[in-house]
């Protein structure tokens, strides 16, 4: 359990890191992933989408609904 | 890479079949000519011209021959090599993705260990004693922290890259940028910010693995002599480094919380 001390600790870290346009989020995998808070947002060139995916996912959910 | 003095039969074999025939043709045309009775001679000079420009470049052939061959054999024996292991890492990530999600972690860190020693191994066939590193984020740890995960080849466990030290946010600042680093002699040029140890290696590449949902950590490959890698090593890291990705992404579920 944490005292306060240490709560004031892990905000100054959050703070930190807020700073320098990234911070870190603990994934359910129990490892964590960084983020950036810079608003920059990197894609991989490398990724080629399936044209079912990118186009008409929702429209064929509907579909199966009905 | 060419060895030192490796120009000195490209120069024999293109120039000793002109200047041979051509010298060769000029004594033998001048022996037929002559009447000062060294015609034996200069017909045997004439041969020995010919005959040289026709062996160097019988033998050029020879070499160009059992060159292509012996880059052929190395090229088959190298993918090879490369199925061979990269194919664990690869059936490891699959099976990975077979079980719970609460098992999923163990994989990981088995599928980092495969990753690991198939990047040491293909690149240890040209490079002296390489080692090869996959860190992950530690978010447990405040301030956090990139630990090794798994790691093969040449040396002890490395130490971890501590956020709030210059090493590690260093490292951390670079994780974020998502661009592949490579110092083929860091004597000569750092990154920024780099307070290494630099502990037995004098080169390293080192790529983030990351997915549009973040940066998981990296993978770094390193060498003690400068210039032991090229851009196929660079490419292979990349390569190992987004085969990666797909075990952090199937490692964990979709609802990702903040760390406390």
């Known amino acids: 359990m944490k005292n306060v001390s240490d709560d004031v600790v892990a905000r100054a870290y959050t703070s930190a890191m807020t700073k320098q346009g990234w911070r870190v989020v603990k994934t359910s995998g129990g490892y964590g992933v960084l983020k950036s808070t810079a608003g920059t947002k990197a894609t991989k060139s490398t990724v080629v989408r399936p044209t079912a995916v990118t186009g008409k996912k929702g429209q064929g959910a509907t579909k199966i609904d009905r | ?260």
């Not at chain 2, 994780?175 to 680093?181: M, R, S």
Request: net charge neutral.
């Open chain 2, 1 to 260: 890479m060419s060895k030192r003095g490796g120009w000195i039969w490209p120069v024999i074999s293109a120039s000793v079949p002109v200047v041979g025939s051509f010298a060769g043709a000029q004594l033998i045309a001048w022996g037929i000519r002559d009447t000062t009775g060294i015609q034996a001679w200069l017909f045997a000079g004439g041969v020995t011209g010919v005959a040289a420009a026709v062996g160097v470049t019988v033998a050029g052939k020879i070499v160009e021959h059992r060159r292509g061959t012996s880059i052929d054999r190395a090229r088959r024996n190298q993918l090879v090599k490369l199925r061979d292991e990269l194919m664990p890492f690869a059936s490891t990530t699959a099976d990975m993705a077979r079980q719970p999600h609460d098992v999923r972690q163990a994989y990981l860190k088995t599928t980092a260990q495969t990753a690991a020693t198939a990047l040491r191994s293909v690149v240890a066939d040209h490079v002296a004693r390489p080692r090869a590193v996959i860190y992950l984020l530690n978010a447990d740890n405040e301030p956090v922290s990139m630990d090794s995960i798994a790691h093969s080849g040449r040396g002890e466990r490395p130490r971890p890259f501590v956020q709030g030290t210059t090493r590690g946010d260093a490292a951390l600042s670079f994780i974020e940028k998502k661009a592949v680093g490579f110092y083929p002699d860091l004597q000569k040029k750092r990154p920024a910010g780099y307070d290494g140890t630099m502990s037995g290696y004098n080169t390293y590449i080192s790529v983030p693995v990351w997915t549009e949902s973040g940066s998981y950590g990296m993978v770094t490959l390193d060498a003690p002599k400068a210039g032991s890698f090229d851009d196929g090593d660079v490419a292979l890291v990349e390569l190992v480094a987004e085969m990666m990705s797909i075990a952090f992404e199937i490692g964990q579920d979709d609802d990702v919380r903040v760390a406390e």
